[in-house]
Structures are given as C-alpha cells and as structure tokens.
C-alpha cells in the first residue's frame, strides 16, 4: 500500500511543479592552503557550494569573486571556473543539481555516476554529471528566472550568484541534510532528496530577494530603475485585473517593499495609482454612450460591476452612470 503511494506522490509533484529538482551528487572538501588546484574547470549541472569554514577565492569567468564562511555560492552550468584557498582549512560542501520533467529520467540520475570528473588534490572527484535533461525547463523555474533579472547587479554577473545574507545558516542546514540524506540507505531516500532539493530552492529563491532588496537600499538608482518598470506595467496591464502583488513580484520586490519605493517616487501608493489608471480610462469609455457601463467595469480591469461602481463613486463622487449623464447630454 505504502509502496503504491510515493509514485503517485511524485507525479502530483511533478504536475503541480512542472519539473522535478535533483541533486545528482554532494561533495565534502577541506583544502589547506598549500592545497594545489588542477586547472579551471565546468559542469553540466549547477553547482552550490557552502562554505562551512575558510576564505577562499573563486575565479569565475575571469572575475574574482571571495567566498567567506557561512556564504552560498551558485555557479551557473557550463560556467568556467577555479578557486584557491586564501585562508584555511577551508572546509565546504558542494552540490550538484539540475531539473527533470520526467521521474525516471531524474531518478536514473541519482543512481548514475559522474561522466566529466576529474581527480582533486585531495582524491576526490570535481566536476559535474553528464546527464542530457539538466536544461529541460529551467526558463520556467523562479531560481532561473531571477538569475537572468539580477544579471549584472550586486548579486552576481549572470554566471554567479553569492548569497551572504541573513538566511545563509537555513541554507547551510539544509546542505547539511541533503548530504546526510545521500549517505543514508533510509527508505524513500530518492523522494526525501528531492524535496529537500525543492525546500533548498525555495529558500535560495527567498535569499535571494531578500539580498536583491538590500542592494536597491544602497542603490537607489536601481530602486527607482525598477518602481518606473512597474509604472509602465501597471499603465500596459490595468485592464486585464492586474494586482500590485503580481507588479512587485514583476520586478522581484516584496509587496510591501514594493510599495514603499513606489509612494517614495510618485507620492501615492500603487494601489491608488491602479485605481486612478482604471477609473481614467472608464471616463473614456463613458462618454460613448454604445458602451453598457457593465461592460465597462471588465474592460478597465474590475473582477465586478459593483466593484467598479464603488471604485468610481470614491474616485468622482458620482456613479459611473451619473457620470455618463453629465458628460454626454
């Protein structure tokens, strides 16, 4: 009975999530200093690395980029990359994962041993699995959707992405379970690390807000860059029932957030700039006289007519019909 029940648990999470995360293979080092490091080196799969104690240095794609303790850093697939150890032991965790739309396909990755390694200093492995799905989907995944927006800012050039803030200890616990999970021969082992692999993405995805929101604090440029984007959105969307939830996540800023950069910039919320835009546009529409007023109410974006009638009667202190008298007569 058991049995039966964590196949049909993997296909609900496949078509509820569209793909599948896998982590194909983790990693322990702990490098000395005086360590030597084979040549620059990619992987077919992402690539996570903890970093549990140490300073080291990672040259990627010809950028330096220091890693301390307790930061995660992300590096992209088939990204060129080296690192040295600037102050030891240096002592991390390495992932490897990738997505699959097809259950098989990921769980023959689990089993499946790395093709592109090749030997550390250490006698471990580097490198990352061969495995011809890693690419499936991943344009509709939140994690790579951000990593294409924040391309060129703080958080990375598009090849990397550091995470240093306040949810760096979530992330290396759950690096640490995942690991311990690997190791395990526990029962339902493949569905646990998948969704400890999906719980880590999630928490990566919210770091990385968190971080994305920090450096627009630094940088207001970007900040008012990012609220004039979601003007245009709100003025090219208005019509088709629009949140400000779904505009702040447009821009990948917290609501709240979102909100506060949009009042700073044009000295009223989103909210009410929505409803301005829609109530100006029903003043259009009101003056042709073919227009039924309900039908009004869904071309400016209202869920309802008696949704429009309230917005309408706040904004104009009459009622859209009202409204139509006074201006067509």
Not at 168 to 183: C, F, N, P, T, W
Not at 282 to 308: D, H, M, N, W, Y
């Amino acid at each position: 009975m058991v049995e039966d029940l964590l196949p049909a648990f993997e296909k609900s999470l496949l078509e509820s999530s569209g793909s599948i995360p896998v982590v194909f293979e983790g990693v322990e080092h702990c490098y000395e200093t005086s360590t030597p490091f084979p040549t620059a080196s990619r992987h077919t799969s992402h690539e996570l690395m903890y970093l549990r104690r140490g300073k080291c240095e990672f040259l990627i794609n010809g950028k330096t980029v220091n890693v301390t303790k307790g930061s995660t850093l992300i590096i992209r697939p088939q990204v060129m990359h080296s690192v040295r150890v600037v102050e030891g032991p240096a002592d991390m965790v390495v992932l490897y994962f990738g997505f699959s739309s097809d259950i098989a396909k990921a769980q023959q990755a689990l089993l499946s041993k790395p093709k592109d390694t090749q030997p550390m200093a250490n006698g471990r492995l580097r490198g990352g699995p061969t495995v011809p799905f890693l690419q499936e989907n991943i344009a509709a995944l939140p994690l790579e959707n951000f990593l294409d927006f924040a391309s060129g800012d703080a958080l990375g050039d598009g090849s990397y992405l550091m995470i240093s803030g306040k949810s760096r200890q979530a992330i290396g616990v759950l690096a640490e379970r995942i690991m311990r999970e690997s190791r395990s021969e526990a029962y339902a082992k493949d569905m646990m690390m998948q969704l400890l692999t999906m719980e880590l993405l999630i928490t990566l995805s919210r770091a990385l807000r968190e971080e994305w929101e920090e450096s627009l604090r630094v940088k207001n440029g970007k900040a008012r860059e990012l609220v004039l984007i979601a003007r245009d959105y709100l003025d090219e969307n208005y019509d088709r029932g629009v949140t400000v939830a779904e505009t702040a996540a447009y821009v990948f800023l917290s609501q709240g957030y979102f909100t506060r950069a949009f009042r700073d910039e044009f000295g009223i919320s989103p909210m009410n700039y929505l409803m301005q835009i829609r109530i100006e546009a029903a003043c259009r529409l009101l003056t042709q006289k073919e227009i039924k007023v309900s039908g009004i109410a869904t071309q400016v974006g209202f869920s309802s007519p008696q949704r429009f009638n309230v917005a309408f009667r706040k904004q104009k202190g009459m009622t859209p019909m009202e409204y139509r008298h006074m201006y067509t007569e």
